[in-house]
């Protein structure tokens, strides 16, 4: 049979793929760090690790035997209706699809064995395995074709592992697998005209989204689908900062409060388009240096698809050939740009950038949630080695949480976002809605929800209106903070993302200092921002509050690490000035 794939893979990458198979061998079954890599996916895992680094030459004593022992695990796992018995979810098709995408592609990858192959993969005991591969295919794709899924990324994983076992099987199992593909396909990919996913996830768009629409473009012969790839990729790309990792501000998923998400899982989504983009060339050979990747997949992609071969092949040159300064230089270059659906503005160039963020899902759904983009942090920048991971508004207002922009406008260096929150007291109910036995209506009000009937009262409401008004400059921002409304306490939390040392501010706690009467001076490395507040911080408590959403069950999205808080009471206006010294 012909190589899958005529490019070497990058012998960085197989023996790294020869790493992490060691240390399955070691465990003598799956070694995941990752919760949800338990039960089927895990054991497909190691599977897959022996077969791909059969494929690329590597293969050592005793490879042949524990695959056949792993897949065994595996296929103990499927029970009768085809899926498996463990799992992330319970019951889940999705998360069975992201075990059969694998299962599917390695047993793709025994049927066309590489050039370099080993002698167990190449041969019979390759073969017997392929074969089992494939059984579990069967078994399986029935139960894909019918389910369901809960979350958008969960249709193109599940299409693009039907498309991908459709590709092994043969008569009406396969014409099922790609007419459900197909239907799913029908709803519409989920991305915006900025090139963000729905989830806006950089986890989901890695790991999920990117891979799945790749394999249905070349299986279904949609161009289209690579193209929304490419074109989120990019904007990956405007969304990364010099140390390698990428914005989760705005995600609706897990990893919104995660701010060190790295860009080296889309190593081969990258490598895909590196033949004929400078920019995923270059941004392919800097992820090949960042952590994330995932070195067995890597070289199966490498084997199995000729483009992607050819720019990882490409990154490993160039990677070679510079420093990762300055790939990170070519790959994220310099601009500005405006994200008008994910209320998302962002400014960088060198060592320097700027994101300002106003478009949580919260006030419009009136609560925090999964799903939801519920992150309050609506500033973020870097000046020289300081970097402010997070600046958030917190305030004492019934329990309403921090400030979170409703309204998000850019005028040049001007962004200015605003918020308009309202609480109510209650009257007595109209005499026509009284009931003797005091059994009233239980209703949710939106801060909390009580047997009163809520929505029969007269009330009297008070409105607490914010403006925060965000001018960027080259050496820092200035913000202006204005409210109207009841007095009470305003709080603004400012996080630092590095190691820092705070002068000139009042300690109020562990890693925590407020900005008293004069100018506070933080230093990182080479750099040092200076902090100013006009008029200056008063006794508000110097705390973050989350909002009664988290409070009541004890929870809290609180950032740790080292604060900076600037305290005031309301109404009026509250100037800060963070500037590069």
């Not at 009136?366 to 080695?385: E, H, I, K, M, Q």
């Amino acid at each position: 049979m012909a190589p899958t794939s005529a490019a070497p893979c990058s012998p960085t990458l197989v023996r790294a793929a020869r790493a992490a198979l060691d240390a399955h061998l070691l465990a003598d079954g799956p070694v995941a760090a990752d919760a949800p890599l338990a039960g089927h996916r895990a054991w497909m895992c190691a599977v897959k690790a022996a077969v791909v680094v059969g494929l690329a030459g590597q293969a050592g004593e005793g490879d042949a035997a524990a695959a056949s022992r792993w897949l065994s695990r595996l296929e103990a796992l499927q029970v009768a209706d085809g899926l498996f018995a463990t799992g992330a979810n319970l019951a889940s098709p999705p998360d069975w699809a992201f075990t059969i995408t694998d299962v599917a592609a390695t047993a793709a990858a025994l049927r066309r064995p590489s050039a370099t192959a080993a002698a167990w993969v190449a041969g019979a005991a390759g073969t017997a395995l392929g074969a089992r591969l494939e059984e579990v295919l069967r078994r399986a794709v029935p139960a894909l074709v019918v389910g369901g899924v809960h979350t958008p990324n969960h249709r193109w994983e599940v299409a693009g592992a039907l498309v991908g076992a459709a590709a092994l099987l043969e008569g009406p199992a396969a014409v099922a697998a790609v007419e459900r593909a197909q239907q799913w396909l029908a709803e519409g990919i989920d991305i915006d005209a900025d090139g963000l996913y729905s989830e806006r996830s950089p986890n989901y768009a890695a790991h999920v989204s990117g891979p799945a629409l790749l394999l249905l473009a070349e299986r279904l012969g949609r161009p289209a689908l690579r193209e929304s790839v490419h074109t989120n990729l990019h904007t990956v790309l405007d969304l990364t900062t010099p140390g390698g990792t990428t914005e989760t501000v705005h995600s609706r998923r897990q990893d919104q409060h995660d701010a060190r998400f790295p860009i080296g899982p889309f190593l081969t989504l990258f490598a895909r388009f590196a033949p004929t983009c400078d920019r995923c060339r270059d941004a392919a050979a800097w992820a090949l240096l960042l952590p994330g990747v995932d070195p067995v997949d890597a070289v199966l992609h490498c084997l199995a698809d000729d483009d992607t071969a050819a720019g990882l092949a490409l990154a490993d040159e160039r990677a070679a050939a510079a420093t990762d300064k300055q790939l990170a230089a070519a790959a994220l270059g310099s601009g500005e740009r405006t994200w008008g659906a994910a209320h998302l503005w962002r400014r960088w160039g060198g060592a320097d950038w700027t994101l300002v963020y106003g478009g949580s899902d919260v006030p419009a759904a009136g609560r925090v949630a999964s799903g939801l983009a519920c992150n309050p942090t609506f500033l973020r920048l870097a000046r020289g080695d300081v970097e402010v991971a997070s600046v958030r508004l917190s305030r004492d207002f019934f329990g309403l949480g921090p400030f979170r922009a409703t309204g998000f406008s850019v005028e040049g260096d001007r962004i200015v976002l605003s918020e308009q929150l309202a609480a109510s007291y209650y009257q007595p109910l109209p005499v026509d809605a009284h009931r003797p036995d005091g059994d009233y209506t239980l209703e949710f009000e939106g801060r909390f929800a009580s047997a009163m009937a809520f929505s029969q009262r007269p009330r009297d409401e008070l409105r607490l209106e914010t403006q925060v008004v965000v001018d960027v400059s080259a050496d820092g921002v200035d913000l202006e903070v204005r409210t109207e409304g009841p007095a009470t306490g305003h709080a603004l939390e400012i996080a630092f993302a590095n190691d820092v040392r705070v002068e000139g501010a009042e300690p109020v706690g562990p890693q925590v200092d407020r900005l008293a009467a004069g100018p506070v001076v933080v230093r990182a490395g080479d750099s040092a921002l200076t902090v100013t507040a006009l008029p200056g911080g008063d006794s508000s408590p110097a705390v973050y509050s989350p909002g009664e959403a988290y409070e009541f069950l004890e929870g809290t999205d609180a950032v740790g690490g080292r604060r900076l808080y600037v305290t005031w009471s309301s109404p009026g206006t509250q100037r800060v000035t963070l500037r590069l010294r």
